[in-house]
Nanobody, 116 residues
Framework: QVQLVESGGGLVQPGGSLRLSCAAS????????MSWYRQAPGKERELVAA????????NYADSAKGRFTISRDNAKNTVYLQMTSLKPEDMAVYYC?????????WGQGTQVTVSS
């Protein structure tokens, strides 16, 4: 049974930081590229950051460059998103996703609220 379980979301003030984690099980994690997406109310889900299966390649949405860092630990079957200098416009539900060929899995999401 495939599971992606996000954690680490919460309420943070503008300028603050959060680290999201996504624990994977039920598939061979090290063979999958991993991504973080987010969806704000009334908006489409958008890609935030992605990392290759080995961790050797990453890419970021323009809105995340310089502030967010995606990483993974294949020994722990976990992908992370370190977010710094958070802005109100970063507020959304954040989802992790695993991708390989025609397969894609999604987590249930974790809420990030940026507010003073």
């Amino acid at each position: 049974q495939v599971q992606l379980v996000e954690s680490g979301g919460g309420l943070v003030q503008p300028g603050g930081s959060l680290r999201l984690s996504c624990a994977a099980s039920g598939f061979t994690f090290s063979r999958y590229a991993m991504s973080w997406y987010r969806q704000a109310p009334g908006k489409e889900r958008e890609l935030v950051a992605a990392i290759s299966s080995t961790g050797g390649s990453t890419n970021y949405a323009d809105s995340a460059k310089g502030r967010f860092t995606i990483s993974r630990d294949n020994a722990k079957n976990t992908v992370y998103l370190q977010m710094t200098s958070l802005k109100p416009e970063d507020m959304a539900v954040y989802y992790c996703s695993a991708t390989r060929a025609d397969s894609r899995y999604w987590g249930q999401g974790t809420q990030v609220t940026v507010s003073s």
